[in-house]
């Protein structure tokens, strides 16, 4: 059974940064895809960045060049560098692994979410 925690999340400033974490716990990792994904109340989640098995990246248009995910195998955990962040950035962040190989996701496990609020 895989589980996904994330921590990291808090209220920051226009212009600040976080970095977000998601530590899983099972077999599977190395040969997974991640993601994060964020969720406004009332809306869509939608993807914000992802990270094959492979290292290749992709970023949604509003996050890319002030974002960045990136992954450490060893430790099971996925990591989002958020820098230059903006009040529209302000919502739950969710981690996500793609259990089917070579498929990039959203996968079927999720983590509990952590909330990133940023004051204008």
């Known amino acids: 059974q895989v589980q996904l925690v994330e921590s990291g999340g808090g209220l920051v400033q226009a212009g600040g940064s976080l970095r977000l974490s998601c530590a899983a716990s099972g077999s599977i990792f190395r040969l997974n895809a991640l993601g994060w994904y964020r969720q406004v109340a009332g809306m869509q989640r939608e993807s914000v960045a992802t990270?094959?098995?492979?290292?290749?990246?992709d970023y949604a248009d509003s996050v890319r060049g002030r974002f960045t995910i990136f992954r450490d195998n060893a430790k099971k955990t996925v990591y989002l560098q958020m820098n230059s962040l903006k009040p529209e950035d302000t919502a739950v962040y969710y981690c996500?692994?793609?259990?089917?190989?070579?498929?990039?996701?959203?996968?079927?496990?999720w983590g509990q979410g952590t909330q990133v609020t940023v004051s204008s």
């Open positions: 990270i094959t098995s492979g290292g290749t990246t």
């Open positions: 996500n692994l793609e259990t089917r190989i070579g498929r990039v996701g959203p996968g079927d496990y």
